[in-house]
């Protein structure tokens, strides 16, 4: 692959970018994105082609997407045992939604890129001091201090490097062994055993064992079941580290991101006349984008036809993010009028974005309830309708921490600040993640 030249991709220059850091030194800025444009992809254009013909199955209702991880990645989280555990959640969910739900799964973490947030708010008040917002390691610092959050465009190297890392190591256990669905056991080895979901999820792996050693006794030992496909996402945010990250596949000679397999754009640049979208038309690699609850049906199909003018299944998954309150109302229509127009899109409920709310300590958190309940309004919603709900996004981790309250082995609103590890928003720990895979393949299979 090459780095790109093309002044057509540069289109994307002239347009309005929303959520972009203000760094204080343009030179710095080019000198790092030069360098980044000569440094080897992350991913390559076959696998991003790859990973679309599994969203198509996804788009045409014969797979399920499970997308999932940390809100934001951290730089001092790029160590084995935090990457371990968020891939162990991921099996672990997969398997209970393979075996469960009887649903083929594709694997997709969002993981070894989501380093850059977008945020509702330029700054942040802290007795009294303001100063600018924390908008990612990619970014800047999430010290509240002056110096910590001046953005710094050498972050974008270590963005890169940590995703590398991440990566490396992701597809090293992947396809090394640690996957192999003979593991099933050996992922619920920590202190999620002991939790309500874990003992559910260990007997379901009895059944996964039962089903292996009755297809080793007929003969059978496929290949499939020793390692997985999974996949890198993360948000395409900050578009001169991803325009730095495209290039031209030498195969086609097409454009590709190569930062990730897929990349998504957010509900806060979802503009149809911003640079984010423009860009986004420009590559081949599948993409998603955050639908949230003022999303018109016009808007939608704008969307469609910038993003999958040729209409291909698996190009593009609307990610709908509407809270629960409002999912039952918002969605149909939505669903109704791009069914009509005929693209076939894969339909992905977050159920995240639209339930955080501010509990009284301060914390940033969301009920595991309210996240159930959008998932609940999404399966509604697709089977009133006789749609295909795709997948869930999630943000979540393989840590035993204290963000969202509820869940099997509750939490409570008091229980908060005992892990409240997030570098921005609450994610569900490894028990809450396990309930939820069960009561999703418990939805899928109704
Ligand atoms: O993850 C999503 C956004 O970046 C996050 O919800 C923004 O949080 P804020 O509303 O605190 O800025
Ligand atoms: C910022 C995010 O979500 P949204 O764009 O839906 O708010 C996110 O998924 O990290």
Redesign the pocket.
């Known amino acids: 692959m090459n780095a790109d030249s093309s002044n057509s991709f540069d289109s994307w220059r002239d347009l309005p970018a929303a959520q972009q850091p203000e760094y204080p030194d343009a030179a710095e800025l080019r000198a790092v994105t030069e360098e980044l444009a000569g440094y080897p992809p992350l991913v390559f254009a076959g696998e991003c082609d790859q990973l679309g013909d599994r969203i198509a199955d996804v788009a045409q209702g014969r797979a399920f997407l499970l997308q999932g991880g940390d809100?934001?990645e951290a730089f001092d989280q790029v160590g084995a045992d935090q990457i371990r555990a968020k891939l162990k959640t991921l099996l672990q969910m997969s398997a209970v939604l393979t075996y469960a739900a009887a649903v083929p799964v594709v694997k997709v973490g969002r993981i070894a890129g989501q380093y850059s947030?977008?945020?509702?708010?330029p700054t942040e008040t802290r007795d009294g001091v303001t100063l600018p917002?924390y908008r990612g390691d990619s970014v800047n610092g999430p010290e509240f201090t002056e110096e910590a959050r001046v953005p710094d465009p050498r972050r974008l190297l270590r963005m890169y490097h940590s995703s590398v890392a991440t990566l490396n190591l992701v597809r090293g256990f992947t396809t090394g062994g640690y996957a192999d669905l003979h593991q099933v056991h050996s992922w619920n080895q920590d202190f999620v055993r002991s939790s309500a979901a874990g003992q559910r999820y260990e007997a379901l792996a009895r059944e996964i064992d039962n089903a292996l050693n009755f297809m080793r006794a007929c003969g059978a030992q496929p290949a499939e079941f020793e390692s997985v496909e999974f996949y890198a996402s993360h948000e395409a945010l900050l578009l001169d580290y991803e325009a730095a990250l495209t290039r031209t596949d030498s195969r086609s000679g097409r454009l590709y991101d190569v930062s990730g397999h897929m990349v998504w754009i957010?509900e806060r640049t979802r503009q149809l006349d911003g640079a984010h979208i423009e860009f986004a038309s420009r590559i081949r690699n599948p993409i998603g984008v955050k639908l949230g609850p003022t999303t018109t049906p016009e808007e939608a199909l704008a969307l469609i036809d910038r993003l999958d003018p040729e209409r291909i299944p698996g190009r593009l998954t609307f990610i709908t993010r509407m809270g629960a309150d409002r999912i039952r109302d918002r969605l149909p229509t939505l669903v109704e009028k791009v069914t009509a127009s005929g693209a076939t899109v894969a339909w992905v409920c977050d159920p995240m974005?639209g339930n955080?709310f501010e509990a009284a300590s301060g914390h940033?958190t969301r009920r595991f309830d309210d996240v159930l309940d959008e998932v609940k309004g999404f399966f509604e919603v697709h089977k009133e309708l006789g749609t295909h709900p795709g997948g869930i996004h999630v943000e979540l981790t393989g840590d035993d921490v204290t963000e969202c309250v509820g869940g099997g082995d509750e939490i409570f609103v008091d229980d908060l600040h005992q892990r409240y590890e997030t570098a921005?928003?609450p994610r569900l720990n490894r028990s809450q993640s396990l309930d939820l895979a069960f009561l999703v393949a418990e939805m899928y299979r109704s």
């Open positions: 809100c934001a947030k977008p945020r509702s708010k917002s957010g974005h955080t940033k921005c928003d």
